[in-house]
């Protein structure tokens, strides 16, 4: 069996390899290197839990998840269903400062956002019943002041102004009609033909939108690293708790946008 295709084989250096090929990575005491046989470009250490880890940084790309009207703008759908909009809000800082991360280290980054169909054909009734628990709460495509809910070319759908203006023409847009990035979207093919396998994900609902994007990026062996700070519910706090713990105990590393912005070079040991 040829020297990377064994399971668990000793790396020489101290570490153990997890996966097999170009998928590997090695694991030492004190980080988790996941990309071993790419090392052209930068290699960096990005600080994170439950491990730091390496990678380079043109492997990476930001996704930004659901920073619409609806979500965290006063008189939308999150607002007016009686959801702390305001608790949303708080992703804001975090989400422009992974932004500006991301454009320094010359990753993509991508817009993951509710953009349905005026006649509701794309959704079924568990989606449906997701944002109408009631008979007086006002449902997907339904009406609100602004215009309907989280539908295509509405108010609600739109990017609240303080991240929509850190957009860039040669961003990619990802519409979604479910929870998770992935599910019906082109996501998958993007990173695939991008040569993207590391996702730092930010935005909201931690614990919904965020949440399944984190967990199909894990089951596709993508690399999901939550941005803790730049990543908000309206959800009562455990929620989000539940999210982080999960997340770097099962799905991934978790990080801030402070050490986003910040990974250290990295110097490749001998024998990688």
Known sequence: MGRFREIYADTGDGGVQLGASADRWHLYEDHVHLSPHHTDGQ??????????FVDNLNRGALAVVDMQNDFCAPGGWTDRSGLDYRACREAIPGV????????????????????????????????LFSFKHRR????????????????AGSWGAELVDEV?????????????????GFYGTHLDQVLRTQGIQTLFVCGVNADQCVSTTLEDAYFRDYNPVLIADATATS?????????????KQCWGFVT??????DPQPYRPRSGT
């Open 164 to 180: 929509k203006s850190h957009m860039r023409d040669d961003d990619i847009h990802v519409e979604k009609v479910r929870m998770s």
């Open 43 to 52: 290699l960096v250490r990005f600080d994170a839990e439950l491990l730091p």
């Open 136 to 151: 007086d709460q006002q449902g997907i495509g339904e009406e609100l002041d602004n215009g309907s809910v989280l539908t």
């Open 235 to 247: 959800s009562p706090s455990y929620c989000k708790d539940a999210v982080v713990f999960n997340t």
């Open 256 to 261: 801030t946008s402070d050490r986003f912005a």
């Open 96 to 127: 422009r400062r992974a932004i500006e991360a991301a454009r320094r280290h010359d990753m993509f980054v991508i817009w993951i956002y509710w953009h349905n169909r005026p006649d509701l054909r794309n959704l079924g009734a568990p989606t």
